[in-house]
């Protein structure tokens, strides 16, 4: 698997996720603010919980 194809998939599951906008998994709100990267995927903060979570899916 090619970086290009890793980066596809991670890319089409990260807009799965968020299809219907980004929201918090924690309280459902929407009112969220990009915080940086970490190991090389997008992290989010909620700014109604306070709390923060990356663009992918974690187990």
Known sequence: MSKGEKQSK????TEKRFADGVKCPHC????IQRNG???????????TAGNTFPSRQTR
């Open 10 to 13: 991670e890319e089409y599951l």
């Open 28 to 31: 459902n709100g929407s009112h």
């Open 37 to 47: 990267k970490a190991r090389g995927y997008q992290q989010y903060i909620c700014v």
